[in-house]
């Protein structure tokens, strides 16, 4: 399937030499710190790469400071990046003059943000009915769509309530519903639940889960937090310093750490709840006892605990009949030991 | 130990050898007074003119004899002073004067009252719109009916025509960060110059009388609008822009819908200054004959009438007053039901056309007349003040004047002007370092040249005495309401009230009970100057972060030791702002105080103002106040980056 995204060799430098430094091989390479003393430039984004694919939920992980609000920007041009490509359906929108981008703005892609950007002086309704309302559409259909997506995040009833009269999870309801409005092909997220307490956030994690169960559509989830990004994420692109350390799924993350970096980074997430089989099983050894109970290797070893641990038996991991490897009960306890 | 106090020491070191020096040259400026006392300080009398002074004059009268065949007059000037005087006609017809062949106004003082509740209703709600018109009928009590609707007329023709300009110039400014950095040094020197300077030159160009008055006025009141335009849509959240834009929202999409309605608030704010200041400069404008209750206070402070100028300075400060809390109300928004809205039109209708039409309603006759109370009363108060207080106020004011205000204009009106010139210089290299030094110098150079050297002199001391009380007002009540919550609420509706009041209502009460003089200047420029410098220190001590007051306290602090050495020296900043703010204001007074007898630079712009063969005179004293403000502003700035960093 063609990528709904994807971002080619995508950099961004904020400075007074920036298309200078995108164009020495020399200055590409130096570190960010050296840059700012070289050139006075600061790199946010250092030659990105990657593909969305459709449906999928694409997460961007990264601390403060790494360029992953800035790489969210560029993907929609709310930052203008100093170089690269991005392809967006085919297109590449950095070569789109003002006219389309706006369009691909009204109807294609949507964001959603840290802190909420809601207008205060326009009821939920109104801000939910922003997009639509700029695009042209008549108020009677606006309402009514308004209505519908109002009820999609669970808001029904708040329509005339005013955003500073919300608690801080509402208004980042009014948020998404504005963002879904329009009926975009691609969602953006830009760390839409930082400013929100821990319950909250859990909830709204699940709402978004949810949604993109409904709605099906493409999402790109920017975050600092961890445990978030391997919640939601069903791919995640951990950036660094404005570079990409590794893109991969939660359990490949966390089973094969591309560097110090990650390792560290994953260090204290509950292994069991993210590896799964795959990670831990090893070839079946003479003495085997090969009647045990079959799981696939995708299975998540907190799920397999029982299983194994239960029936005395190791697990045999199975892929389209064929035996990949087994999983006995010294494995299973090595990660929930956390040794392995 | 000893690592972590090295580093330290050389500043303090270097610090204690520069206050060294510093009492080193005062204390050799005042041996050296002593032996050089009245030698070479450049006086000047009253009627004497310098070459310079004849020059400008010549100037003027060249000016003034081409007004009518010049093009720049005849195409540029005339045309603007054309245009403005026909508006401002037009609305003092209105309102204010007979026209059209009528013995009154358009609209009569029941029209007028009626149109100011409705106005205040429709933007302020039910209480404001009684205060407005209990307030206007309270003029036409007073028996300043007209004057009151000349000032008004003149006001508002000058809010409209700066609002004109200066929303749009905001907004562009709020959206261009190339307009920004352009308008802001404009707009910086246009509020910081003191209003009286700009008066002159301007009545050489557009004579005196409205148009000048209109034009000054927009001069002083646009900067806020523009500014507080610009300032509302800057701090629009970065957020919300972007979320219109990644939205698809156009330029000016994103303006209509998302800028100005978040910055509308603002904005009236900006307006509400706009329009306080517009009232505060229409007043001054009296001096260039601009007509109204202005008028009526110089008049009746050149006669030392207390009782007249307090009429009418309470006059505009009930103006002031309604038309503060008018726009201040304005600024929440709120939604009137539609029949209070259909209502208020028609009944205001009504009492426009009664107005229009039948004299009881157009002039304002009445037989409870208060006004003449008033100035009865206010005579009687300042008689007895000035018959029975004489102890208390006469003796705090011999006080100031022979301990601080006579010792220090000795000090720089008598020496001679090298010297002065020297030691100032000096200390500027001392305080700011070579840049300011050079300022300071180019600044005396110019003193000398306007030939006002020890009037500049004598002006100086007044300022710096009066900053100095401001500073110690400003300390005391800084602090004061800046540690305490319930104190600010007290305070605060004050400072803002002293600071809405025109400058000009200050100096009523204090010459009634100082009569004239240069002590009675200086305290009006300290009351009117204290407000700013109080509220800068509060939100000063304000914004020191808890944590360090809470550290201090835990530590055992008294609350003295708290103040002084953990919320002062952290609040050093606003100090140093407020001192410089502080001076700036003072200035501005001075020329007020030439009113009541503060002498000097103040005495020779007024004169210049009322005497023809003075003009040149009092030109240049305005360029010499200036010149002042910018050498004070500049070592201020100076000394503060100094001193903070």
């Known amino acids: 399937m063609d990528p709904v995204i994807s971002v080619r060799d995508l950099w961004k430098v904020f400075g007074p030499k920036a298309s200078q430094v995108v164009g020495s091989d020399e200055l590409r390479a130096l570190s960010r710190s050296e840059l700012m003393d070289r050139t006075g430039s600061v790199a946010a984004v250092r030659g990105v790469d990657f593909e969305v694919a459709p449906g999928e939920m694409f997460v961007v992980m990264g601390l403060s400071g790494s360029g992953k609000s800035t790489l969210v920007r560029c993907l929609t041009r709310l930052v203008e990046p100093t170089a690269g490509a991005i392809t967006f359906e085919g297109e590449n929108i950095l070569k789109v003059d003002a006219k389309r981008l706006r369009e691909l703005r009204r109807n294609k892609f949507s964001m959603v943000f840290q802190h909420f950007g809601l207008l205060p002086h326009r009821t939920v309704a109104d801000n939910v009915g922003y997009g639509l309302e700029i695009r042209g559409v008549p108020r009677a259909k606006r309402g009514e769509r308004s209505r519908e997506v109002i009820d999609l995040v669970g808001l029904t009833g708040y329509e005339k309530s005013y955003p500073d009269q919300l608690s801080g999870g509402m208004q980042q309801r009014v948020g998404l519903a504005r963002a879904l409005a329009g009926d975009p092909d691609v969602l953006f997220f830009d760390e839409p639940f930082s400013a929100l307490d821990p319950l909250i956030r859990r909830d709204m994690q699940s709402e978004v889960i949810r949604l993109h169960r409904e709605v099906g559509k493409t999402m790109v989830f920017i975050t600092h937090d961890l445990s978030e990004a391997l919640k939601l994420g069903d791919r995640i692109l951990i950036m660094r310093d404005g570079k990409v350390v590794q893109i991969g799924t939660g359990d490949e993350l966390v089973g094969a750490p591309a560097d110090d970096y990650v390792r560290d980074f994953v260090r204290d997430v509950p292994r069991p709840d993210v590896l799964t089989l795959k990670w831990i099983m090893r070839p079946p050894r003479p003495g085997d006892d090969l009647d045990g109970p079959e799981l696939a290797p995708e299975t998540v070893v907190r799920e397999a605990v029982r299983g194994v641990l239960g029936t005395g038996k190791p697990v045999k991991v199975v892929r389209d009949g064929e035996l990949l490897g087994v999983v006995a009960d010294e494995e299973i306890l090595g990660v929930v030991a956390g040794e392995a | 130990m000893v690592a972590v106090a090295a580093p330290g020491q050389p500043p303090r070191l270097l610090q204690h050898k520069k206050a060294l020096v510093l009492g080193g040259i005062v204390l050799a400026w005042v041996v050296l007074w002593v032996a050089l006392r009245n030698v070479g300080t450049l006086p000047l009398g009253a009627s004497e003119l310098t070459p310079l002074h004849r020059w400008i004059n010549d100037v003027n009268d ?584």
């Not at chain 2, 007028?112 to 209703?121: C, D, E, K, Q, Y």
């Not at chain 2, 429709?122 to 209480?127: D, E, K, S, V």
């Not at chain 2, 007043?283 to 109204?292: S, V």
């Not at chain 2, 009037?455 to 800084?478: H, K, R, Y």
């Open chain 2, 62 to 645: 060249a000016v003034g004899a081409s007004r009518n065949s010049s093009p720049v007059f005849l195409y540029f000037f005339n045309e603007i002073r054309l245009v403005i005087d026909e508006f401002v006609t037009f609305v003092q017809a209105l309102i204010a004067q007979p026209s059209f062949g009528r013995p009154v106004p358009v609209v009569g003082w029941l029209g007028v009252v009626a149109i100011a509740g409705f106005v205040s209703l429709a933007a302020a709600g039910w209480r404001i719109a009684l205060l407005a018109v209990a307030g206007f009928v309270f003029l036409g009590l007073q028996g300043l009916w007209q004057e009151s609707m000349d000032t008004l007329s003149l006001t508002l023709s000058a809010v409209v025509i700066s609002l004109l300009f200066g929303i749009p110039l905001g907004i562009w400014a709020g959206l261009s960060d190339r307009a920004h950095r352009v308008t802001t040094p404009v707009l910086d020197f246009m509020q910081t110059m003191p209003t009286f300077v700009y008066l002159a030159p301007l009545t050489l160009f557009f004579l005196i009388g409205p148009a000048s008055a209109t034009i000054a006025t927009l001069i002083y009141a646009a900067p806020p609008a523009i500014r507080l335009t610009a300032h509302a849509i800057r701090s629009v959240p970065r957020t919300t822009v972007e979320a219109s834009e990644s939205l698809g929202a156009t330029r000016k999409q994103t303006l209509v819908k998302v800028l100005l309605p978040s910055a509308r608030k603002t904005i009236v704010l900006g307006v509400n200054q706009t329009i306080m200041a517009a009232l505060s400069m229409v007043t001054i404008a009296a001096l260039i004959d601009a007509p109204g209750l202005g008028k009526t206070v110089v008049k009746a402070l050149q006669t030392l009438d207390v009782g007249t100028a307090f009429n009418a300075g309470l006059a505009i400060v009930v103006l002031a007053i309604v038309l503060d809390r008018v726009t201040t109300a304005a600024t929440e928004r709120r939604g009137l039901p539609r029949w209070a809205l259909f209502g208020g039109l028609g009944v205001t209708g009504v009492c426009v056309y009664l107005s229009h039409t039948y004299l009881w309603a157009a002039e304002f006759r009445t037989d409870v007349e208060i006004g003449s109370s008033i100035t009865r009363g206010a005579t009687a108060v300042t008689e007895w003040a000035q018959d029975s207080l004489p102890v208390l106020t006469y003796g705090f004011k011999d006080f100031v004047t022979f301990a601080l205000i006579n010792p220090l204009q000795a000090l720089l009106a008598e020496s001679p002007w090298f010297l002065v010139a020297l030691v100032v210089v000096a200390l500027s290299f001392l305080v700011g370092g070579l840049r300011p030094a050079i300022v300071s110098a180019v600044c005396l150079g110019l003193l000398v040249a306007t030939g006002l050297w020890q009037d500049a002199m004598i002006t100086l001391a007044s300022t710096l005495v009066a900053t100095i009380m401001v500073m110690v007002l400003g300390v005391v009540v800084g602090v004061w309401t800046g540690r305490s919550r319930r104190a600010d609420r007290v305070v605060r509706p004050v400072l803002d009230a002293a600071q809405v009041m025109p400058a000009f209502v200050y100096l009523v009460p204090f010459l009634a009970l100082f009569s004239a003089s240069r002590f009675t200047a200086i305290i009006a420029a300290v009351v009117f100057a204290a407000p700013v410098a109080i509220k800068i220190i509060a939100d000063g001590v304000r914004a020191v972060s808890p944590a360090a007051v809470e550290a201090s306290t835990a530590l055992g602090s008294s609350s003295w030791q708290t103040i002084a050495k953990v919320q002062l020296p952290m609040a050093r900043g606003a100090l140093t702002l407020a001192a410089n703010q502080g001076l700036v204001y003072v200035l501005s007074m001075v020329v007020v105080g030439g009113l009541v007898g503060a002498g000097a630079l103040g005495y020779d712009v007024v004169a210049g103002f009322s005497q023809g063969q003075l003009y040149g005179k009092g030109l240049a004293a305005g360029v010499a106040i200036v010149v002042l403000g910018v050498m004070l502003d500049r070592l201020t700035r100076a000394a503060a980056r100094r001193w903070t960093n």
